[in-house]
């Protein structure tokens, strides 16, 4: 039998997801586990696999449109089946899907190319009612959640809108199209309307700042990190660690080798070994009980335009120091791109934070949920220290450790990050 697919929740508490691409068209026959599409959530793009075997009757949205979970975005026929049955569906639960909605043009970088298809000969064509709106009827008005939302943080009114969904219900598809035309108006207290939310962003002189709506990537990035923040028990560790002979090893290297290492390559190494080195700090924390890992997969903070990325190395303690540089190389530039996969964000116990490039000397990093562990690293630079009661100059490293009280306790922080500085005071150590 025909069989109408909804837009899956594909990550936990999303309510809409940008449907990057679609891995099929109409009349294509697909099996069980097939990729039907690629899905962008926050932070990462999901492979969308089929559920069941069928031939793609209908496709109902388009490349690099924002579906509300739960939509209706394609039409499934069973082999052999009947065209007229897939019609039917459509005209019966899935009509609210016909007109497909132009997607904001920021949220992918897949240009926009849009699905054609028949309109079921039983669908009534609705006239569009006028935009004039009272009050009262304005309150009566079906408008889903998200479009609510939204609205209400672009400053467009409810009662501009012209629903085209169910008995009129105001859909997503209608906000963006009020937004893309800069129809909308911007209820403001001082009486000034502006004609569009990107205007009232550059208009706004009165409060001296500029409205930047927040993107899906920042609020994720909020929510995870005062969620961290309030709810696990921070700790923090402080050392120096002097490394001279890793910039020595690493010029040597670089000059010998045609894959430059970079210093943060060395530290990323440094952390795996002394996971290795103190097995009972690669945990993390679990209601029910501890995860301790046996293999170090750490996770390399990647800054980029959008905000910050996470992706893991795994098997750090097993990779060369060029695999490992390869390695992250790669996946930064992927972080970059918007080509990072759900799992290249899945899984470790421990997290490296390097903003020593930017010339920072010391900071504390906040943990990524649930990693027990952080590392941050700051900038290497000449200071006077004391060897042998005498003053000399070396270059030194500040580190700070942030751990989870909850899995990590003080001295096994403190035998974790001793480990961790003489692995980085003696880097050939970790060559052998």
């Known amino acids: 039998m025909a069989t109408l697919i909804r837009m ?5 508490g999303a309510t809409e997801i940008v449907l990057s691409k679609w891995q099929v068209g109409v009349g294509s026959s697909v099996k069980m586990g ?34 509300e979970v ?17 019609d039917a569906l459509l005209g019966g639960a899935a009509a609210t899907a016909a007109p497909v909605a132009a997607p904001i043009a ?5 240009p926009a190319s849009p699905v054609v298809f028949e309109a079921p000969v039983a669908a009534p ?25 939204i609205a209400r943080e672009r400053g467009v009114e409810i009662s501009q809108l012209v629903g085209t969904g169910p008995q009129g219900r105001v859909v997503r598809r209608d906000l963006e199209k009020v937004l893309a035309s800069g129809a909308a108006t911007v209820a403001d207290t ?58 020595e090893l690493r010029k040597s290297i670089n000059e010998t080798s045609s894959i430059k290492i970079s210093v943060n390559d060395i530290v990323v190494k440094a952390v795996g070994s002394a996971l290795m ?40 303690e097993k990779r060369s120091l060029s695999n490992l540089s390869l390695e992250i190389a790669e996946l930064a530039s992927r972080a970059r791109a918007g080509k990072l996969r759900q799992e290249d964000l899945e899984g470790g116990s421990f997290a490296v934070s390097n903003l020593g490039m930017f010339g920072t000397q010391e900071f504390s990093a906040i943990l990524n949920p649930p990693q027990s562990g952080i590392l941050a690293v700051g900038a290497a630079s000449p200071r006077a220290i004391v060897e042998d009661g005498q003053v000399v100059v070396a270059n030194i490293m500040t580190v700070t450790l942030s751990a989870d009280h909850r899995a990590v ?15 980085i005071e003696n880097p050939l150590s970790m060559l052998i």
């Not at 793009?45 to 924002?66: P, Q, R, T």
């Not at 939509?71 to 089946?81: C, V």
């Not at 990190?225 to 660690?241: G, I």
């Not at 306790?409 to 692995?423: C, I, N, P, T, Y």
Request: one cysteine or more; aromatic letters at 6%.
């Open 409 to 423: 306790d003080g001295a096994l922080a403190a035998q974790w990050l001793s480990a961790f500085v003489k692995r």
């Open 277 to 316: 080195d103190v097995p009972e700090s690669n945990v993390v924390w679990n209601a029910e009980a501890m995860h301790n890992y046996e293999s170090a997969d750490i996770s390399i903070a990647v800054t980029t335009e959008g905000g910050l990325f996470t992706p893991v190395i795994r098997g750090v």
């Open 70 to 86: 739960g939509s209706p975005i394609m039409i499934l026929l069973s082999p052999g089946e009947d065209a007229s049955a897939g």
């Open 34 to 67: 097939d990729i039907l599409a690629e899905m962008e959530t926050e932070k990462a793009i999901v492979d969308y696999a089929a559920e069941i075997d069928g031939v793609v009757h209908k496709i109902l949205v388009a490349d690099g449109s924002s579906v």
């Open 125 to 149: 064509t609705v006239a569009a009612p006028t935009p004039v709106v009272s009050q009262q009827d304005d309150l009566r008005k079906l408008v889903s959640p998200i479009v609510r939302k």
């Open 8 to 12: 899956p929740e594909v990550a936990a």
């Open 190 to 247: 001082t009486g000034v309307s502006y004609s569009s939310s990107s205007e009232l962003a550059k208009q706004d002189y009165s409060s001296g700042y500029v409205t930047v709506p927040h993107t899906s990537m920042r609020r994720a990035i909020a929510r995870r990190l005062t969620e961290s923040k309030t709810t696990v028990p921070h700790f923090y560790l402080t050392a120096d660690c002097k490394v001279d002979a890793l910039l």
């Open 106 to 110: 920021a949220t992918s970088g897949v």
